[in-house]
Antibody, heavy 120, light 107 residues
Framework: EVQLVESGGGLVQPGGSLRLSCAASGFTFSRNWMNWVRQAPGKGLEWVAK????????YYVDFVKGRFTISRDNAKNSLYLQMNSLRGEDTAMYYCARGGEQQLVAPDYWGQGTLVTVSS | SYELTQPPSVSVSPGQTARITCSGDALPKKYAYWYQQKSGQAPVLVIY???KRPSGIPERFSGSSSGTMATLTISGAQVDDEGDYSC??????????FGGGTKLTVL
């Protein structure tokens, strides 16, 4: 059974940093693209970033470029999102989601999310 | 930036057919995917690659795509199908894009 468990969310002040983690199990992690998707309270889903199975390619939505960094450790079956220079508009539930073995395949399995609140 | 457009809401009576649309300029060349999300829960993939249904998804869910519009159809909608539905595709660079979401009401 595919399982994705996010952690690392919490309350942070504007301008601060957080590192989200996602522990994956139930599939061969090193074969799949992985995604981060977020959802602000009461709003729709917003794709944030994705990373190639070997970590050599990374893609970001424009409004997080230069502030967020996606990474992975295939030996630990883990996905990460380093978030710096956080803003109020980054407040959201952040989901880890498994992509396909090919780049353009959409996420199929999702974790339950970790909540990030940016506020003073 | 690339956008996918959905209607904010769709309402049907139980047993009727619900249709939710998603429009985007790149859809003639890119697959559309559909997610269902119930309150307080993570999204669930209900249609992939325009019209394929993952295992465990009821047959009343179907998808199609023509030109710049993809459509999710729920035939014989049930009260349990209420929730938010979002389409997903990719832009020319391979980055993901979600539509704004459509709230389906069945009553």
């Amino acid at each position: 059974e595919v399982q994705l468990v996010e952690s690392g969310g919490g309350l942070v002040q504007p301008g601060g940093s957080l590192r989200l983690s996602c522990a994956a199990s139930g599939f061969t992690f090193s074969r799949n693209w992985m995604n981060w998707v977020r959802q602000a309270p009461g709003k729709g889903l917003e794709w944030v970033a994705k990373i190639k199975p070997d970590g050599s390619e990374k893609y970001y939505v424009d409004f997080v470029k230069g502030r967020f960094t996606i990474s992975r450790d295939n030996a630990k079956n883990s996905l990460y999102l380093q978030m710096n220079s956080l803003r109020g508009e980054d407040t959201a539930m952040y989901y880890c989601a498994r992509g396909g073995e090919q780049q353009l395949v959409a996420p199929d399995y999702w974790g339950q999310g970790t909540l990030v609140t940016v506020s003073s | 930036s690339y956008e996918l457009t959905q209607p904010p809401s769709v309402s049907v009576s139980p047993g009727q057919t619900a249709r939710i649309t998603c429009s985007g300029d790149a859809l003639p060349k890119k697959y559309a995917y559909w997610y269902q999300q119930k309150s307080g829960q993570a999204p669930v993939l209900v249609i992939y690659e325009d019209s394929k249904r993952p295992s465990g998804i009821p047959e009343r869910f179907s998808g199609s795509s023509s030109g710049t519009m993809a459509t999710l159809t729920i035939s014989g909608a049930q009260v349990d199908d209420e929730g938010d539905y979002s389409c997903y595709s990719t832009d020319s660079s391979g980055r993901g894009v979600f539509g704004g979401g459509t709230k389906l009401t069945v009553l």
